[in-house]
């Protein structure tokens, strides 16, 4: 999918996700403990972790954060309401962006609406 939108020249593999960092992109966990859906993290855990969260945004300096589904920036910023793309507020230095997850469990999107999704933050 991020070969799709434009993010890479060729598809990377899951096991070579470190490459990505090569080329000016970073990925991290919200909250650290691995789990199979974003509704088994508590809402203590997404408190706790925004600290941690806002100090790695504060230290590397993105210009952007997505957050691959609504579940940890409504955990993260107390928000109710979150519409998908681009959002109005600022995460430490970064702009945020609400984008679908592209995990295979998450059927509510097809491959064309996350490449769309994905191509929107790519431009800005």
């Known amino acids: 999918m991020l070969h799709l939108a434009g993010y890479t020249q060729q598809q990377i593999a899951p096991e070579d996700d470190g490459t990505i960092l090569k080329l000016g992109y970073g990925l991290t966990?919200?909250?650290?403990?691995?789990?199979?859906?974003?509704?088994?993290?508590?809402?203590?855990?997404?408190?706790q972790a925004a600290a941690t969260l806002l100090a790695k945004m504060e230290f590397h300096r993105p210009r952007h954060i997505a957050f691959l589904g609504k579940a940890a920036y409504a955990g993260i910023s107390g928000k109710q309401v979150i519409a998908w793309g681009e959002q109005q507020e600022r995460f430490g230095p970064a702009r945020v962006w609400i984008l679908p997850n592209p995990s295979g469990r998450n059927r509510s999107f097809s491959l064309d609406a996350l490449v769309q999704a994905y191509s929107a933050l790519r431009g800005a």
Request: a negative charge; zero cysteines; hydrophobic letters at 35%.
């Open 29 to 47: 966990t919200a909250v650290g403990r691995p789990t199979n859906r974003a509704d088994q993290l508590l809402a203590d855990e997404f408190t």
